[in-house]
């Protein structure tokens, strides 16, 4: 018997080609642009969250901000649970802490925002960032306003208690600018 010949190849048009291609691609979801204007190079990438165009567009100092805060936060927590009289003092100078145990469930708080800002700082997931950089601005703006108020209530006025509420505003500002960095749009090449 004689081996059967398969069937020339059919050569196709140009125009279905491209037709077809431009399916496969849509379905695929290569190169087409999501809700928040970033092109993805795949389903995959989509679906796994690889942001691979913001690991090359973070905002200068970023990283030296989310590290700064992690030490602070780590910083305090462990000086409010270990040495809550010492923590008082310097805050309201001479003060006396009628309880010790509210100081230390603060340090414990303090404490757990810290583990939050550590893991944050290892993340490239913009929405990881922006939550990270939220609580810390909420957290900042909180306590200006609570420090404020007991300002008011007990009428102790000190350089220390001057400084903490400038610090708490400038470290506001500095954790919303960077929200909205990382938030932001890249710019349209």
Same mark, same amino acid.
């Given at each position: 018997?004689?081996?059967? /010949?398969?069937?020339?190849?059919?050569?196709?048009?140009? /125009? =279905?080609?491209?037709?077809?291609?431009? @399916?496969?691609?849509? #379905?695929? !979801?290569?190169?087409?642009?999501?809700?928040?204007?970033?092109?993805? &190079?795949s389903?995959?990438?989509?679906? +796994?969250?690889?942001?691979? @165009?913001?690991?090359? &567009?973070?905002?200068? !100092?970023?990283?030296?901000?989310?590290?700064?805060?992690?030490?602070?936060?780590?910083?305090?927590? #462990?000086?409010? +649970?270990?040495?809550?009289?010492?923590?008082?003092?310097?805050?309201?100078?001479?003060?006396?802490?009628t309880?010790?145990t509210?100081? &230390?469930?603060?340090? !414990?708080?303090?404490?757990?925002?810290?583990?939050?800002?550590?893991?944050?700082?290892? =993340?490239?997931?913009?929405?990881?960032?922006?939550?990270?950089?939220?609580?810390?601005?909420?957290?900042?703006?909180?306590?200006?306003?609570?420090? =404020?108020?007991?300002?008011a209530?007990? !009428?102790?006025?000190? +350089?220390?208690?001057?400084?903490? +509420?400038?610090?708490?505003?400038?470290?506001?500002?500095?954790?919303? $600018?960077?929200? $909205?960095?990382?938030?932001?749009?890249?710019? @349209?090449?």
């Amino acid at each position: 018997m004689a081996a059967k /010949q398969p069937p020339p190849l059919m050569k196709k048009h140009s /125009q =279905t080609d491209l037709v077809s291609r431009l @399916k496969t691609r849509k #379905i695929l !979801g290569v190169g087409g642009e999501d809700d928040d204007g970033e092109v993805h &190079r795949s389903k995959i990438s989509q679906v +796994l969250g690889n942001e691979i @165009k913001f690991t090359i &567009r973070e905002p200068l !100092g970023l990283r030296v901000w989310q590290f700064v805060s992690a030490v602070l936060f780590s910083g305090i927590a #462990i000086m409010a +649970l270990a040495f809550p009289d010492q923590l008082y003092d310097a805050v309201f100078d001479g003060a006396q802490v009628t309880s010790k145990t509210p100081i &230390r469930l603060y340090g !414990g708080a303090l404490l757990s925002i810290s583990l939050i800002m550590w893991n944050a700082l290892y =993340t490239a997931e913009k929405v990881i960032i922006r939550w990270t950089l939220l609580t810390e601005a909420c957290y900042f703006g909180v306590q200006f306003l609570v420090v =404020t108020a007991t300002l008011a209530e007990t !009428g102790l006025m000190s +350089l220390g208690i001057l400084l903490l +509420l400038v610090s708490r505003l400038l470290f506001v500002v500095i954790s919303i $600018y960077y929200y $909205y960095q990382v938030g932001r749009r890249p710019k @349209k090449a």
